[in-house]
Structures are given as C-alpha cells and as structure tokens.
C-alpha cells in the first residue's frame, strides 16, 4: 500500500508542485482584484484547494492520454503510467475523484462559478490530445492554467467582465513562454516522435517569441492594474517580475536542456513577484 500510494503521489507530481504554483498566482491576483484588496477567506481557501485538486486531475489524465508516448522521452519515461506500475485506469479512476473532491469543493459559490467551472474541466481534459494536432499547445495550456481568472470574477462578482478576460490573455502568452522553455527541454525527443511544441513550431525563433510573450503579458498586467488604481507596490512588482524574465533570457538564450528546465521553474518567482506586488498594493494604501 505504501508503494501504491507513492506512485499515486507521482501520478500527481505531489512532489513537483511548481505546475500547482503556476496555476495558483494568476487566480490569487484575479481574487485580490476582483475583491478590490479583500477576497473572503473561504474564497481564498476553495480555489486554493480547487486549483491544487485539478491541476493533479490533469497530471493523471495528460499521464494516461500519454501513455504510448512518455516512454519515448528521456525526462518522461519513468512515469507511473508509461512505465506500467499504474494501469491507465487508475489513472483515469484517480483523475475522477479528484474531479468530483473539486466539484464537491465549489458548491458554495454561485451558479455562473459553477458553469464555468465545467468549461474549465472540459478544456483540462482535452488539453493533452491538443498536441497531436495543434502546433501551439502551449497557448491551449494557458486558458486551462489561466482559466482560474474568470472563475474567480464570476465568484465574487457574479459577472465576468472585460478587464478578466484581458488578463486571461495575459496569462495565456506569460504561459506560452514558460512552456516553450519547458518545451525546449524535450525538443529532441518530440521531434523523433512527432509532437507538435511551440518550441519545434517557433523554431530559431523560439528565444525571441519567448521573450516577447514575457513582454506582451507584462503589458496587460500593467493596464490591467493601471486601470484598478495599482501604482506604487504594484509597479514594484511587476519590475521584478521583469527582472525575472531578463533572468530568463540568459538561461535560454544557449537552448540547453538544464538552463531551460531551470528558467521553466523560476517562473515560480515570477507570478509571486506580480501576486506580491498587488496584494501589497492593496494592503499598504
């Protein structure tokens, strides 16, 4: 059983939490901002839970849709599921419970929460089979890790407006430049089998696109934020948050595998930077 439940922990990546991270700073700041500085603590708490019970949903079910493919990628084929010490089953018998743990999570909120809420399960769910077709998975990626944003409107507001789908956009381009670093780690390995990456479909130009996703994204945020009134310790922020990217560039700017993986998992610091910056905003006016 002790064995059983560590490969259920790896199923998951429970030791691998940067994806629940990546997930979680754009859903934190819509929540500040959507509350004005003050979001209710139970909000604070379900889609903290939500976001860490369905990103490990999609673990499991990206594991299961991948199945035939991990096996052929050097950083993928020990995965629980390709390697066969979990039967695809139980991956998708996994990924329900916690999609259901989620759905039973949410019932407090209102109706519109809940809908989207759906959508939102529906795109995590297809989001692995996008490879085999879309040449920019990574932008589909970014409405499945974004889509915390006008969940979170429609949570305290009751109504998605504009501003959250702008920042939805924003998240979406920030998400294709992380994952294209991600993506470049394993460039060689989906070449060979035929997955379709931003990092393959960019190509020689995959170093610059990056870097102006970073850009692109940082603009939104600072209308965005510009719009609601954020100034001093918002600007802060996403300063760093730029610091960061540049960080970046000098990560991947030689296309080697570590430096990349490295620039992917410092991305953590870049959305707690932005979070950072608005709730200090918020509290120090």
Same mark, same amino acid.
């Given at each position: 059983?002790?064995?059983k439940? &560590?490969? =259920?922990?790896?199923?998951?990546?429970?030791?691998?939490?940067?994806?629940?991270?990546?997930?979680? %700073?754009?859903?934190?700041?819509?929540?500040w901002?959507?509350?004005?500085? &003050?979001?209710?603590? #139970?909000? *604070?708490?379900?889609?903290t839970l939500?976001?860490?019970?369905? #990103?490990?949903?999609?673990?499991?079910?990206?594991? =299961?849709?991948?199945?035939?493919?991990?096996?052929?990628?050097?950083?993928? &084929?020990? #995965?629980?599921?390709?390697?066969?010490?979990?039967?695809?089953?139980?991956?998708?018998?996994? &990924?329900?419970?916690?999609?259901?743990?989620a759905?039973?999570? *949410?019932?407090?909120?209102?109706?519109?929460?809940?809908?989207?809420?759906?959508?939102?399960?529906?795109?995590?769910?297809? =989001?692995? !089979?996008?490879?085999?077709?879309?040449?920019?998975?990574?932008?589909?990626?970014?409405?499945? !890790?974004?889509?915390?944003i006008?969940?979170?409107?429609?949570?305290?507001?009751?109504?998605?407006?504009?501003?959250? %789908?702008?920042?939805?956009?924003?998240?979406?381009?920030?998400?294709?430049?992380?994952?294209?670093?991600? /993506?470049?780690?394993? #460039?060689?390995?989906?070449?060979?089998?035929?997955?379709?990456?931003?990092?393959?479909?960019?190509?020689?130009?995959?170093? /610059?696109?990056?870097?102006?996703?970073?850009?692109?994204?940082?603009? *939104? %945020?600072?209308? @965005?934020? %510009?719009?609601?009134?954020?100034?001093?310790?918002?600007? /802060?922020?996403?300063?760093?948050?730029?610091? @960061?990217?540049?960080?970046? =560039?000098?990560? *991947?700017?030689?296309?080697?595998?570590?430096? @990349?993986?490295?620039?992917?998992?410092?991305?953590?610091?870049?959305?707690?930077?932005?979070?950072?910056?608005?709730?200090?905003?918020?509290?120090?006016?």
């Amino acid at each position: 059983m002790k064995n059983k439940l &560590a490969l =259920y922990f790896s199923l998951i990546r429970l030791d691998k939490p940067i994806g629940t991270v990546l997930l979680l %700073w754009p859903t934190l700041c819509a929540l500040w901002l959507a509350a004005g500085g &003050a979001p209710d603590w #139970r909000l *604070i708490l379900i889609f903290t839970l939500g976001t860490f019970l369905m #990103r490990s949903a999609g673990c499991a079910v990206n594991d =299961y849709a991948d199945r035939d493919i991990d096996k052929h990628v050097k950083r993928t &084929a020990g #995965r629980p599921v390709t390697s066969g010490r979990i039967s695809g089953k139980e991956a998708l018998g996994v &990924a329900l419970v916690l999609t259901l743990l989620a759905f039973a999570l *949410i019932q407090p909120l209102n109706a519109l929460s809940k809908r989207l809420s759906l959508l939102a399960v529906a795109i995590a769910v297809s =989001y692995p !089979y996008f490879k085999r077709f879309f040449p920019v998975p990574q932008a589909y990626l970014g409405v499945a !890790y974004g889509f915390g944003i006008p969940m979170a409107f429609a949570a305290v507001q009751n109504t998605v407006p504009p501003l959250a %789908w702008l920042l939805l956009l924003g998240n979406i381009l920030w998400a294709v430049a992380y994952d294209t670093e991600y /993506a470049m780690v394993d #460039r060689d390995d989906d070449l060979k089998i035929g997955i379709r990456t931003s990092a393959i479909t960019f190509g020689r130009h995959d170093v /610059a696109i990056v870097m102006a996703c970073y850009l692109a994204s940082g603009l *939104i %945020w600072l209308a @965005c934020g %510009w719009q609601l009134g954020l100034r001093g310790w918002f600007l /802060a922020g996403l300063a760093v948050a730029a610091g @960061c990217a540049l960080y970046h =560039y000098t990560l *991947i700017r030689g296309r080697e595998r570590m430096p @990349c993986f490295a620039a992917f998992r410092h991305n953590n610091w870049l959305g707690a930077a932005v979070f950072s910056g608005v709730a200090l905003d918020f509290a120090l006016r």
